[in-house]
């Protein structure tokens, strides 16, 4: 099938709450050190928001800077698309909520829930509307408030995690325009999803006193496993979409994977053969947050001047699931 138009990135936006917890902070709360969370991790600090704030606090932030860089206003969007594991609610739909927020309404709002991989897909199915010539500009934010979520007793999961919004506006290409998406590749494998799981909270296990006491309600995860099987995953979604653009690593301006672990980072470039200097790297900065770290580096990489326009870039995540995929673009 011939697309009808191409898509492309015409704004983009990121958000971070103003509380920072620094490793040393950590090492007062669980038995942890800042040389063990470094060695391990790559992470140093991370972003932690308010009592009072929810995700859609920090995805109307986000998206006000998106906006502007795009040079539109709300009432120019025709879809909103959260990317989130950590929603408001489980109903009403974040995407619902962001909407009143911005003050518009009568078009399509929603959630989707793919973990980290969660704007990876969310791009993809923003993708497929504008080239269909369905709409001209989407919304897409991944957003995360894991704190809220997060097992402050386990030491080996409370140090990953961190909060922020990264807001994106998809848009309609013109003819002449250089920027557009070119190729993506989505996968799941729910045979392992019980290895980063919140176990509590659905239908599968109601909320209950026993499932609170026994932190059933915040994050678990089997790290060890999900560590070969992200590198393989991500290695995968991105030599797939390179072979069937007859690309090879060495075309690609910029790699920008999902922030979770500089050792899987550090592995899957090697496994890339892709120069370190192409890594785009922030996890020091925001630790793991999601569905919202490529977001947030894609609008940081942008701002800074690293990334320019005509750049190839290409985009790759993995998360609970377990989803994985890639995405390419020339911004």
């Avoid at 492309?8 to 040393?24: A, F, H």
């Avoid at 007062?28 to 140093?44: A, N, P, Y």
């Avoid at 998206?63 to 009403?92: C, G, Q, W, Y």
Wanted: aromatic content about 8%.
């Amino acid at each position: 099938m011939i697309n009808k138009y191409n898509a492309k990135i015409s704004g983009t936006g990121m958000y971070v709450p103003t509380k920072i917890l620094n490793n040393y902070d950590l090492e007062k709360i669980v038995d942890t050190s800042d040389e063990w969370i470094r060695t391990r991790t790559g992470m140093f600090e991370r972003h932690i928001a308010a009592e009072n704030q929810a995700v859609s606090d920090l995805a109307y932030e986000a998206t006000l800077k998106a906006l502007e860089a795009a040079d539109l206003r709300a009432r120019d969007l025709d879809m909103i698309i959260i990317a989130s594991v950590s929603n408001d609610h489980a109903f009403p739909s974040t995407g619902c909520i962001l909407q009143k927020m911005l003050g518009i309404k009568n078009f399509p709002a929603f959630d989707i829930s793919a973990g980290c991989t969660g704007w990876i897909y969310g791009a993809n199915i923003a993708k497929l509307y504008i080239e269909n010539g369905i709409y001209k500009n989407i919304l897409l934010v991944g957003v995360e408030i894991l704190s809220k979520i997060t097992n402050w007793k386990d030491r080996n999961t409370c140090v990953l995690f961190g909060d922020g919004a990264g807001a994106t506006i998809i848009s309609r290409a013109s003819s002449s325009d250089i920027s557009q998406f070119i190729d993506s590749e989505l996968s799941a494998d729910g045979s392992n999803y019980e290895l980063l799981i919140q176990a509590a909270g659905g239908s599968r296990m109601p909320a209950s006193q026993q499932t609170i006491k026994d932190n059933k309600h915040t994050v678990y995860m089997e790290g060890n496993k999900i560590f070969k099987l992200a590198i393989r995953s991500m290695y995968t979604a991105c030599h797939t979409v390179l072979k069937r653009n007859n690309l090879d690593i060495h075309s690609i301006d910029w790699l920008i994977t999902h922030q979770a672990n500089m050792r899987i980072i550090d592995a899957l470039g090697k496994k890339l053969r892709i120069e370190d200097d192409k890594v785009i790297v922030n996890i020091d900065k925001y630790a793991n947050t999601s569905a919202a770290t490529i977001p947030i580096a894609l609008d940081e990489s942008i701002r800074n001047g690293k990334i320019r326009h005509g750049d190839l870039v290409l985009m790759t995540s993995f998360g609970a699931g377990l989803t994985s995929g890639s995405l390419l673009i020339r911004y």
